[in-house]
C-alpha cells in the first residue's frame, strides 16, 4: 500500500501538475491571448483528431514506463524516490527518456485537441525545462548511481529522438 502511496503522490506532484494543472492555470490566465478552434470549424477537425491520437499515445507510453520504474526498477518518477535498479526495457531500449516523451506528447495533443498556443509554448518549454534538467542533473547522477552500465546505455540509445531498433547493448545491461 506504501508503495501506492509513493507512487500517486509522484505522480500527482509532477506529471499531473505538467499536463493538468498548469495548462489549466494558463488556459484560464491568457485567455484572450488563446483563441482556440473556432467552434465547429471543420479545418479544425483533423487537428483535433491528431491531439486526441497524441494524447492517449503519450498516456499509453507514460503508464507504461511508471510501471516498469515501479516493477523493474523499484522506485517512482521523481527525483526524491528514484528507481534503485536500472531500467533499459521497454521504451527505454530506444529513447532514454520516454516517460518526458509521453508528458510532451500529451501536451502537444492538449494544444492540438484545443488548438492552444499557449500550452503548446508550455509544451516547448516543458521539453526544454527537462532537457536542461537532464543534461546538468540527471545524466550525471544516473552515472554515478549506475556506473559503467549506464555510461554504455547512454553511448547507444538517443536522449530524445528514438530510434527504430534497439542495440545488443541495452538488452544485455
Known amino acids: 500500500m506504501l508503495a501506492v502511496l509513493r507512487h500517486l503522490f509522484a505522480i500527482l506532484v509532477l ?27 471543420l479545418a479544425a477537425w483533423p487537428a483535433r483528431l491528431a491531439g486526441a491520437l497524441s494524447l492517449g499515445a503519450g498516456f499509453v507510453l507514460f503508464a507504461w ?23 533499459a526495457r521497454g521504451p527505454y531500449r530506444f529513447v532514454r527518456n520516454p516517460m518526458i516523451s509521453g508528458v510532451a506528447l500529451m501536451l502537444a495533443g492538449q494544444a492540438l485537441l484545443r488548438g492552444s498556443w499557449v500550452i503548446a509554448a508550455w509544451a516547448g518549454a516543458f521539453v526544454l525545462i527537462n532537457h536542461t534538467y537532464f543534461v546538468l542533473l540527471e545524466e550525471p547522477g544516473l552515472e554515478r548511481r ?14 530524445w529522438i528514438p530510434r527504430i531498433r534497439s542495440s545488443q547493448a541495452e538488452e544485455e545491461v
Not at 549506475?146 to 536522449?159: A, I, Q, T
Open 65 to 87: 514506463c511508471v510501471g516498469l520504474f515501479a516493477r523493474v526498477g523499484q522506485g517512482t518518477l521523481a527525483p526524491w524516490d528514484p528507481p534503485r535498479k536500472f531500467v
Open 15 to 41: 506529471p499531473f501538475l505538467a499536463v493538468v494543472g498548469v495548462p489549466y492555470w494558463l488556459s484560464s490566465a491568457f485567455t484572450a491571448l488563446d483563441t482556440g478552434w473556432e467552434g465547429g470549424s
Open 146 to 159: 549506475f556506473g559503467e552500465s549506464y555510461r554504455l546505455y547512454k553511448e547507444n540509445v538517443p536522449r
